[in-house]
Antibody, heavy 118, light 107 residues
Framework: QVLLEQSGAEVKRPGASVKVSCKAP????????ISWMRQAPGQGLEWMGWISTHNGHTTVAQKFEGRITMTTDTSTATAYLELRSLASDDTAFYYCARYFDTSSFDRWGQGTLVTVSS | DIQMTQFPSSLSASLGDRVTITCRAS??????LNWYQQKPGKAPDLLIH???SLQIGVPSRFIGSGSGTDFTLTISRLEPEDLATYYC?????????FGGGTRVEIK
């Protein structure tokens, strides 16, 4: 299965920001939305929001409103997630995934571990 | 928000056993229900979409059923590589929500 390609692990101080990238090879990038999820260690999956790769429109989960920015660079078929004002409970694996025609996430990135620690 | 409740949260079964996982939505989601398998240290993989459609490349021992609020994922004969956590997910409305997961262990 072709994975989306995410950037490497990050360690951040509380209050800092992090930006995670997600490159989408092997298909027409602008045909499908990209969603972001996260998973704290040993916990379940949490949807953060998604972005239309066609027009840049975003939908953000209420919990993250005002604290995340999702963008895309169509020239490089890459999506980005920026999360600001990090706290220790933001420590998690962050995943991007393609939202396919079947209303499901059919391709996922390998995950990016973001550790927030003083 | 639509709440997704999955049970059991964990189970232990023998190779060759039939395994059933249940997912219940807090309101009708028609058939906008997907199942994912997540192996330790890996990203989730799509198994079933639209409640009952097998994703390309997924073994036929994985069977999804249900509609409305009640859904089931069945593994007809448990194999060693099925050791994983399984999640249901609704795509009927935003925010997208996931069940809490069912951890499947091999006896």
């Amino acid at each position: 299965q072709v994975l989306l390609e995410q950037s490497g692990a990050e360690v951040k101080r509380p209050g800092a920001s992090v930006k995670v990238s997600c490159k989408a090879p092997g298909y027409t990038f602008t045909n499908y939305d990209i969603s972001w999820m996260r998973q704290a260690p040993g916990q379940g999956l949490e949807w953060m929001g998604w972005i239309s790769t066609h027009n840049g429109h975003t939908t953000v989960a209420q919990k993250f409103e005002g604290r995340i920015t999702m963008t895309t660079d169509t020239s490089t078929a890459t999506a980005y997630l920026e999360l600001r004002s990090l706290a220790s409970d933001d420590t998690a694996f962050y995943y991007c995934a393609r939202y396919f025609d079947t209303s499901s996430f059919d391709r996922w990135g390998q995950g990016t571990l973001v550790t927030v620690s003083s | 928000d639509i709440q997704m409740t999955q049970f059991p949260s964990s189970l232990s079964a023998s190779l060759g056993d039939r395994v059933t996982i249940t997912c219940r939505a807090s309101q009708s989601i028609i058939t906008f229900l997907n199942w994912y398998q997540q192996k330790p240290g890996k990203a989730p993989d799509l198994l079933i979409h639209g409640a009952s459609s097998l994703q390309i490349g997924v073994p036929s021992r994985f069977i999804g059923s249900g509609s409305g609020t009640d859904f089931t994922l069945t593994i007809s004969r448990l194999e060693p590589e099925d050791l994983a956590t399984y999640y249901c997910q609704q795509s009927y409305s935003t925010p997208i929500t996931f069940g809490g997961g069912t951890r499947v262990e091999i006896k």
